[in-house]
């Protein structure tokens, strides 16, 4: 199979692959325009077409505007997280099912997605930016700030006019599903994945770390000054001039 075949799994108007949206695997296509199933030669209007999936013999009804018509609401794009919070979920699932019509309104749904899901990690006042940059602040990883500022980027570009084709990059907007993923692993699944191993270990072994981690008083002053670390105000003192 060419590198132009595997480029996109996403359904497209005369791709020769894609993903099928009944068999959901990832096939060459045969196309062929649709006619009325009568003997006088009638047709439908100029541009309809049947892709026939060879792994599983289906037939998709496409229409002259190169968006699918049948089947009207099969979800595309890699499924969820499964620890992806429920009112995240259904924004998701939403963006599946719209991605093969309007890539501009999947990608305004996953940004809604994420602002959601911003909203339960760092609640109150303040704009999706602000608040990415107080979880950076908290120290969220550089992959999932990354994986957030694209979603929020890519989803702005989506409702007001910017410099992101979105129509132009077939790849982009599906690839959105995927960093929501990462984001939901980085952010939720991972921790409680952690969490579970170390709830895991014997009680012994927990009640030591947690002793080893508590504060602890100071009983006598070094003996010495070299014993301490420098202030900023005493190391600019000794800065000859």
């Not at 939720?188 to 508590?214: H, T």
Request: charged content about 25%; glycine content about 4%.
């Amino acid at each position: 199979m060419s590198e132009e075949v595997e480029s996109s799994r996403v359904p497209a108007y005369d791709s020769s692959a894609f993903e099928c949206p009944y068999c959901n695997v990832y096939a060459v296509q045969d196309w062929e325009r649709l006619t009325w199933p009568k003997m006088d030669g009638g047709k439908f209007w100029k541009g309809w077409k049947w892709s026939k999936c060879q792994h599983c013999q289906v037939l998709t009804l496409w229409s002259h505007l190169e968006k699918i018509v049948q089947p009207d609401s099969v979800p595309f794009g890699p499924d969820p997280n499964p620890d992806m919070p429920k009112n995240v979920l259904d924004i998701y699932e939403e963006a599946r099912r719209v991605l093969p019509v309007s890539v501009r309104s999947c990608a305004a749904l996953l940004r809604l997605a994420l602002q959601v899901l911003i909203e339960t990690l760092e609640p109150g006042r303040g704009h999706i930016n602000q608040k990415i940059r107080r979880l950076v602040e908290r120290g969220l990883e550089p992959s999932a700030q990354k994986a957030m500022d694209v979603l929020r980027v890519v989803g702005n570009n989506a409702v007001h006019p910017g410099s992101i084709e979105l129509e132009e990059d077939g790849e982009l907007v599906p690839a959105l599903f995927g960093l929501l993923n990462l984001v939901v692993h980085h952010v939720i699944s991972r921790p409680r994945q952690i969490e579970a191993l170390f709830d895991s270990l014997p009680e012994s072994a927990r009640q030591a770390i947690a002793k080893r981690d508590q504060p602890t008083r100071r009983k006598s002053k070094p003996s010495s000054a070299a014993a301490q670390l420098p202030s900023p105000d005493s190391v600019k003192e000794v800065v000859p001039a």
